[in-house]
């Protein structure tokens, strides 16, 4: 299909071979380019604060504390709500005037009235901001996963060795959670990649085009503008990029796992 | 084929370095889609991660020379 120039709301139209022409349009519209750009920068902000964040709650939560439970179970709440119901009350939250967001920010410091949805500076922000609090729990529990599995007598005998609490953490407990962690950023890079729902609810890829990440432009292209084959191209550019990324992450890993 | 060639066959088509070069250019391809300052590097972006992604696919069947 990608290599016509189908349109689905035109069933009687003849439909044309147009060989890679859909191909080369979509690789040399700057418009594309954009929400290629506004996807690497929700990508790369959204892995890097998942990794961190998770990380850093697995290796408290992985303390023996009065309260573990139940604060585990509170901090992966998130993750067990719906996108669409996260956007909606998170537009709430963002509300300049009522949502308690700026309220926040302005007991820490004066900025005045602003908005995060609306503002072309903070609005990608806003979108990295949902996705992180909703997903980091995810990272966080496959971490969490990795950290238990590691035996007791590894720190024990690094104890001996008079190994610091910095060096056991370098040695022992960084290598035996980074192919659980790189797991965790897989399936968060691939989700995050081909993100819509979050953002269409969030912001619909505004102000202007600032938060149109690829997969709501692919969607405007297929069922708006219903230029079917053109949009199938896009679609298989994106599968195709996905689908290489997640060979060299499930070659990483295994590779990690082996040591 | 006689039996010199046939190692210097499996010499060659080793699955661990080729999937390397291969995972590099996917990596080179997808750094080219996503970064902002040129657009010739994004329009041909695609080409190598296809290339790329293909290559993976062939050369993970090739054998392991670590056996």
Redesign the interface.
Known sequence: MSFTNFYANKPGMEIKFVGLKNYIKILNKEDIWETMQATAHFMFWTLLLQALIGLGLALLLNKKFKGNEILTTIIVLPMMLSPAVVAVFWTYIYQPQTGIFNYMINFFYDFGEFTMIGDVQLAPWSIVLVDTWMWTPFTMLICLAGLKSIPNYLYEAAEVDRANKFQQFLHITLPSVLPFLLLALLFRGIENFKMFDLVVELTGGGPGSTTEVASINLKREAFEKWRTGYSSAFAVIMFVTIFGLGNIWVKVMNKIKDK | MNPENKSLLRRIFVKEPW?NIA?AV??I??VM????YL?VL?????NF??G??LT??IV?HFPSGKS
């Open positions: 999937e995972s996917i990596i391809g997808v889609l996503l970064q902002p657009m994004y329009t041909y972006s695609f991660i296809l790329g992604t993976f696919l993970s």
